[in-house]
């Protein structure tokens, strides 16, 4: 099964860049589909493959971040060529 995901990582802290660029580089590692906009970051494939990178890199994050928030959305589906038809 196919899966699509878009994540919103909020460190809440001055300084919090470091923590989504580290984020975001260890997605892009994966060797998964990875896209990005200024507001989220998207991840496409397998759902075992998503979901086990995610586990460990949410983790991650949150070890190395004292007050976070993530936004996450799943859906069935790769969605990774999408383009309007309108």
């Known amino acids: 099964m196919e899966i699509s ?11 919090f860049e470091p923590p989504i660029i580290n ?7 994966s060797g998964l589909t990875v896209l990005e906009n ?8 397998s ?8 586990t ?3 983790k991650t994050a949150f070890e190395a971040t004292d007050n976070v ?8 589906s790769d ?4 383009e309007p038809h309108f």
């Open 5 to 15: 995901v878009e994540l919103t990582l909020t460190p809440l802290q001055d300084d």
């Open 47 to 54: 759902f075992d493959a998503v979901m086990q990178l995610l």
């Open 23 to 29: 984020f975001i580089k260890a997605l892009r590692a």
């Open 38 to 45: 200024p507001l989220s970051t998207q991840v496409f494939g």
């Open 56 to 58: 460990a890199e949410i």
């Open 79 to 82: 969605r990774s060529d999408y």
């Open 69 to 76: 928030v993530l936004q996450m959305k799943v859906v069935k």
